[in-house]
């Protein structure tokens, strides 16, 4: 039981609850394109060739924040690159879809993967 | 050498509050421990129940009377890292890094270099992360080209959890997957917390039965046995080296 939750219910002095934790399941977590950003970065997932970063590099500070190395041409949202282009607003040229469709359902199937892992008791 | 590396690479995410609970929870497990103040904020302290016009002691300052709040002394480390030599005296072993106290050290998100510094020495590096975009947006930069699940002496702790806020909830999964192991513990967000640095109190005075109090709790035990353990991988790893020295 949560802290909290065992906390509250003795100070209301209720034994009449049953108490159950709804956790969120892998298939219905939303798809934060950030996760997947995260799940993909070479710097977290340790694949130094993809991340072009030396260790003892990384571990002197001089690639922690990639200062120096240019941005890949992927990196620029398109958005960004044609704002010049577009007069409807403001905050009209961030308007993008970053991600491919087929990115989403990378994701999606890794999500169903680990909810699978943890129906079958594996993780 | 029993130094913990509490630093995270946002600010805002709790890291003087983590540091704060460690100390005082170690301290109660039986631990002789000091806790270091290494940022220029100069806010942990207030974490101990003490006013902003209180100042510590400096790190290497002889002092007879020492400043301690509830079996924890309270150290400043600003001015003794920020020395040119600093690096230096910590690999000759010039700083109370050695024996059997316990420093806790709180380091600001922005002094990476000293961050790194510190975490060569040190038994624990914990590193205290928010469920929010921006938080885990920092975490490329915590160990770069290294795994996150990779077997180093990181540790995570999710703090300021809710899990009424969808992505608070999502996040926190996330890293779970994420990290594994790593993530040794999961603090609730508990306006308790803020309320006991506004009474000068500690939180276990203020607020005895709060959440925060019980996650925190669990977080200690936590790191009480992760650096047990470590000790002995440490004792395990010199025996050989002795063996040899004697020998030559």
Not at chain 1, 88 to 107: I, K, M, N
Not at chain 2, 11 to 18: I, P, R, T, Y
Not at chain 2, 146 to 162: H, I, K, M
Request: hydrophobic share 45%.
């Amino acid at each position: 039981m949560r802290s909290d939750a065992e906390n509250l219910l003795s100070r209301l002095g209720q034994n009449k609850f049953r108490y159950q934790e709804f956790r969120d399941n892998f298939a219905d977590m939303e798809l934060w394109p950030l996760f997947e950003a995260l799940i993909r970065d070479p710097r977290i997932s340790g694949d130094t060739a993809v991340a072009g970063l030396d260790r003892d590099e990384a571990h002197s500070g001089a690639g922690s924040a990639g200062a120096g190395r240019p941005y890949p041409a992927s990196a620029v949202p398109q958005s960004v690159a044609k704002a010049d282009a577009r007069t409807d607003g403001l905050f009209g040229r961030y308007e993008t879809t970053p991600l491919a469709g087929s990115a989403h359902e990378d994701v999606r199937s890794l999500l169903r993967q680990l909810n699978d892992r943890v129906a079958a008791g594996e993780l | 050498m029993p130094l913990i590396v509490c630093h995270s690479p946002k600010g805002g995410e709790g890291n003087s509050f983590v540091a704060a609970g460690l100390a005082q929870g170690l301290s109660l497990l039986g631990r002789d421990v000091v806790a270091l103040d290494m940022t220029a904020a100069d806010g942990l302290k207030s974490y101990f129940g003490l006013a902003p016009d209180q100042s510590l002691p400096d790190l290497e300052e002889e002092v007879i009377d020492q400043l301690t709040v509830g079996g924890v002394g309270l150290r400043s480390g600003w001015r003794a890292a920020h020395q040119p030599d600093f690096a230096e005296a910590l690999r000759a072993g010039d700083l109370p890094f050695d024996g059997e106290t316990v420093f806790v050290a709180d380091v600001a998100s922005t002094d990476t270099g000293l961050a790194q510094v510190l975490r060569r020495r040190a038994r624990l590096h914990v590193c205290t992360l928010t469920p929010t975009a921006m938080s885990l947006a920092q975490l490329p930069r915590i160990n770069p080209a290294r795994a996150l699940g990779e077997p180093e002496r990181t540790t995570f702790v999710l703090n300021q959890l809710d899990e009424t806020r969808r992505f608070a909830r999502h996040a926190a999964l996330f890293l779970r997957e994420l990290l594994g192991d790593k993530l040794i513990a999961q603090i609730h967000r508990d306006e308790a917390v803020n309320e006991a640095v506004g009474m000068l109190q500690t939180l276990a005075r203020y607020a005895p039965a709060s959440a925060a109090l019980a996650d925190m709790e669990r977080l200690v035990i936590a790191v009480d046995g992760l650096c047990a353990g470590e000790a002995a991988d440490e004792t395990v790893r010199a025996a050989p080296r002795a063996a040899k020295n004697e020998a030559a």
